[in-house]
């Protein structure tokens, strides 16, 4: 009985492990070609989320590692406030996304 406690412990232990995702992008300020700036991480598991705040504003995105089912939303201030003014989703993994002015200062990785 007890190996088979053990088992079925290890099976949900790895089970637990596969849910998790890591999504990674990388954003640049204005004037940094895109994917030469920070890259932000962050391990979720299904319904969390990871959110901050840029300094200075960032002009590119280009999300670098995600599993899918999952979203970056961009901010034009910081803390998530005034509306999301871009939306990836991590499956768009590669993709660099730029504007002509800084405006992203939060973010907000979904899932």
Known sequence: MQFISLVALTISAI????????????VAPLGTPCGDGTTISC???????CKGNFNP???????????GNCHVSL???NDQQGGVIQRL???TAGTCIFTSVAEYQSYGIFC
């Not at 089970?15 to 990388?26: D, E, K, L, M």
């Not at 504003?57 to 599993?67: G, M």
């Open 15 to 26: 089970a637990g492990q596969a849910i998790a995702s890591n999504v990674a992008f990388n």
């Open 43 to 49: 391990n979720l598991s299904p319904g969390q989320s």
């Open 57 to 67: 504003k960032q002009a590119s995105i280009v999300v670098t590692q995600a599993l």
């Open 75 to 77: 901010y034009p201030s």
């Open 89 to 91: 989703d991590t499956d």
